[in-house]
C-alpha cells in the first residue's frame, strides 16, 4: 500500500523521531511511504481556541495536499480526531458544499497509526523488539473522539521483550489539552500530579502514547522529578528490531544516555 504520512506540526517541530520511526516501521512492513512537502498544521490548535473562520484555509489545504492518497496515517489521535470529527463541522458552519463532500471522501482514509495497523493492515505483530518494562497511557482524543479501543495494547502485547504493565486510572486526562494547560495551569499541574503518581506506581522504565503532545506534558514532569521514567511514541517501540532503534527518536536518545552513563 502506498501511505501518506501526516506527520502533524508538532511532531515535525519537536519530535521528529517519530515521524522516522514511522516511516522504518511501515517500510519494514512492506508499504512505500511518501511525505508531501506542502502539509502544514491541520487547524486544532485554531479551532480549539475559538478561531473557527481561521481553521477553514487550512482545512482546505489539508483537502488539497492530501486529496489522491490512498492511505493517510498520522502520529496524533488528536490531529487525526480534528479531520475525522471537526472538518466537517467546520464545512457545515460555513456552509461550503464542496469542501463538505470533500472531506467527507477523504476523512475515512485518514486513520491514527495503530488503529491503521491493526483494522485496516489487520496486523499486531510487527516484528517489535524491546526488553524494557512499558504503562501505556490512553489520551483522551484517542479514547473519547476516535473509541481507539484496544488497538494500542494489543500491538504492544505482541513485542518480544516487553514487559507491559496496566497504568491506574489510565483514562483520566493527564492535564495538558493544548492551551488548557496554559489557561488553566494550576488545575492542570494538579492533573498531572495525579497521572505521574499512577506512572510511578507500575514501576515502569517507559510511559508510551499515541500522541507526543501528551508525552511532552507528562515527560516534562517526569525530567523535572528526576525519575528515571522516559516518554516514548508508541511508534517508537514498533520500529525497534533486535538490530536497535530507529535514529533520532526519544528511546535512542535514552538508550545512547543510559550507555554514556
Known amino acids: 500500500m502506498r501511505v501518506?504520512?501526516?506527520?502533524?506540526?508538532?511532531?515535525?517541530?519537536?519530535?521528529?523521531?517519530?515521524g522516522k520511526a514511522m516511516v522504518?516501521?511501515?517500510?519494514?512492513?512492506?508499504?512505500?511511504?511518501?511525505?508531501?512537502?506542502?502539509?502544514?498544521?491541520?487547524?486544532?490548535?485554531?479551532?480549539?481556541?475559538?478561531?473557527h473562520r481561521e481553521s477553514v484555509p487550512l482545512v482546505r489545504h489539508f483537502v488539497e495536499t492530501f486529496r489522491g492518497a490512498e492511505a493517510v496515517v498520522s502520529p496524533s489521535a488528536s490531529c487525526v480526531s480534528?479531520?475525522?470529527?471537526?472538518?466537517?463541522?467546520?464545512?457545515?458552519?460555513y456552509g461550503d458544499e464542496a469542501l463538505r463532500r470533500e472531506v467527507a471522501e477523504l476523512a475515512p482514509r485518514v486513520h491514527e497509526l495503530s488503529m491503521f495497523l491493526v483494522?485496516?493492515?489487520?496486523?499486531?505483530?510487527?516484528?517489535?523488539?524491546?526488553?524494557?518494562?512499558?504503562?501505556?497511557?490512553?489520551t483522551c482524543h484517542?479514547?473519547?473522539?476516535?473509541?481507539?479501543?484496544?488497538?494500542?495494547q494489543r500491538l504492544l502485547r505482541k513485542v518480544?521483550?516487553?514487559d507491559l504493565v496496566?497504568?491506574?486510572?489510565?483514562?483520566?486526562?493527564?492535564?495538558?489539552?493544548?492551551?488548557?494547560?496554559?489557561?488553566?495551569?494550576?488545575?492542570?499541574?494538579?492533573?498531572?500530579?495525579?497521572k505521574v503518581r499512577c506512572i510511578l506506581d507500575t514501576r515502569a522504565e517507559y510511559c508510551a502514547s499515541a500522541d507526543n503532545s501528551c508525552l511532552m506534558h507528562i515527560g516534562g514532569s517526569l525530567h523535572r522529578n528526576r525519575t528515571g521514567v522516559n516518554p516514548i511514541h508508541l511508534a517508537e517501540i514498533l520500529a525497534t528490531t533486535e538490530e536497535g532503534m530507529p535514529a533520532g527518536g526519544i528511546a535512542a536518545a535514552a538508550a545512547d544516555a543510559e550507555r554514556n552513563d
Open 142 to 152: 484517542s479514547m473519547r473522539m476516535l473509541h481507539i479501543g484496544d488497538a494500542p
Open 24 to 51: 522504518a516501521l511501515l517500510e519494514r512492513l512492506g508499504h512505500e511511504v511518501e511525505f508531501p512537502m506542502g502539509q502544514t498544521c491541520c487547524g486544532q490548535m485554531h479551532y480549539n481556541s475559538g478561531y
Open 4 to 18: 501518506s504520512l501526516f506527520i502533524t506540526c508538532f511532531n515535525d517541530t519537536l519530535f521528529p523521531g517519530t
Open 166 to 194: 496496566e497504568l491506574p486510572r489510565s483514562d483520566e486526562c493527564c492535564g495538558f489539552g493544548g492551551t488548557f494547560a496554559v489557561k488553566n495551569a494550576d488545575t492542570s499541574i494538579a492533573m498531572l500530579s495525579d
Open 82 to 93: 480534528m479531520v475525522q470529527e471537526i472538518y466537517p463541522k467546520v464545512a457545515e458552519e
Open 160 to 162: 518480544r521483550g516487553i
Open 119 to 138: 483494522n485496516v493492515l489487520g496486523v499486531e505483530d510487527v516484528g517489535a523488539y524491546f526488553p524494557h518494562r512499558v504503562t501505556f497511557h490512553t
